[in-house]
């Protein structure tokens, strides 16, 4: 079983909040996430979990199941690596660890998201956070990744999640020939 540690505190910053949550938190219809199937065998007993105002549930959880969606990521990141969502920091550890990720440039929409997470969670000089939005960021002139990882796909996003493929599939592929998704473990 794998999950990664994210080190953050509680904490309350605008429509955002860093929780703990346990097997007996029934806030933000948590029950129902740990009954998925996807959940089966998941032997921890707390969870840091990310939580946005409207957004029925957490919108990230350091879950085995959460570890297991970052598959792709984990298996194809190289080089210079452009992700899409800061969340709880719960990428940042496996990147470092990847003695070929040399770069990782983090694009985050919400500034409170930022206040909260940036601050605590594991990083270290090859990271960078940009204040913006991964569906409309621009890279400098000139930039190129070697990995894209998009997780910027929230329930309260008016594009469906397969437009939301195809639109960041699209428009990151000027930049990058190498482009996965959080959840399926698939890339385009």
């Not at 105002?53 to 690596?81: F, K, R, S």
């Not at 003695?99 to 440039?105: A, G, M």
Request: proline share 3%; net charge negative; charged share 20%.
């Amino acid at each position: 079983m794998s999950r990664i540690e994210v080190g953050l505190v509680a904490g309350v910053s605008g429509d955002y909040e860093v929780a703990i949550y346990t097997d007996q938190t029934t806030d933000n219809n948590w029950q129902t996430y740990l009954n998925m199937p996807k959940m089966s065998g998941d032997e921890y007993d707390s969870w840091t979990v990310l939580l946005k105002a409207g957004c029925v549930m957490p919108i990230m959880q350091n879950t085995h199941a959460e570890y297991v969606e970052h598959q792709w990521l984990w298996d194809n990141a190289t080089g210079d690596v452009l992700i899409g969502g800061l969340g709880i920091g719960f990428v940042h550890t496996k990147l470092m660890d990847n003695p070929n990720v040399t770069s990782v440039t983090i694009v985050e929409i919400s500034q409170d998201v930022i206040d909260l997470v940036w601050g605590h969670c594991e990083k270290d000089d090859t990271f960078s956070v940009v204040l913006d939005d991964f569906e409309t960021y621009t890279p400098p002139e000139g930039t190129s990744f070697d990995t894209v990882w998009c997780d910027t796909w929230l329930s309260d996003n008016p594009m469906s999640l397969w437009d939301y493929r195809t639109a960041m599939a699209s428009k990151y592929s000027e930049y990058t020939d190498n482009i996965g998704f959080w959840g399926d473990g698939t890339s385009v």
